[in-house]
């Protein structure tokens, strides 16, 4: 059973910078593509990005391409999402997710991690 714990949420100002964490456990870490979402208060849960399991595939939803990073260590067992030119907008719990495959849909994660605030102030 893969658990996942995210860290490095907090309150930052417009136009500043985050990296958020997910440290996994209890499974083999390499074997997963691994993804980030994020939900805001009374929206649906929407995907970010992904990187494969080896770290060489990478892809994110328009709304962040170009502000946020995705990358990954597998030697850390993490994988890691750097946010920079925040907005308040980007306000949201932020969730990692580990999936056989690579996907921007939320259905097609089997592990969640249980989430961390950000939230960004104008």
């Known amino acids: 059973q893969v658990q996942l714990v995210e860290s490095g949420g907090g309150l930052v100002q417009a136009g500043g910078s985050l990296r958020l964490s997910c440290a996994s456990s209890g499974g083999t870490f390499s074997n997963y593509a691994m993804g980030w979402f994020r939900q805001a208060p009374g929206k649906e849960r929407e995907f970010l990005a992904f990187?494969?399991?080896?770290?060489?595939?990478?892809y994110y939803t328009d709304s962040v391409k170009g502000r946020f990073t995705i990358s990954r260590d597998n030697a850390k067992n993490t994988v890691y999402l750097q946010m920079n030119s925040l907005k308040p907008e980007d306000t949201a719990v932020y969730y990692c997710?580990?999936?056989?495959?690579?996907?921007?849909?939320?259905?097609?994660?089997?592990?969640w991690g249980q989430g961390t605030q950000v939230t960004v102030a104008s």
């Open positions: 990187i494969s399991s080896s770290g060489r595939r990478t």
């Open positions: 997710a580990a999936s056989y495959y690579t996907s921007y849909n939320l259905k097609e994660y089997q592990y």
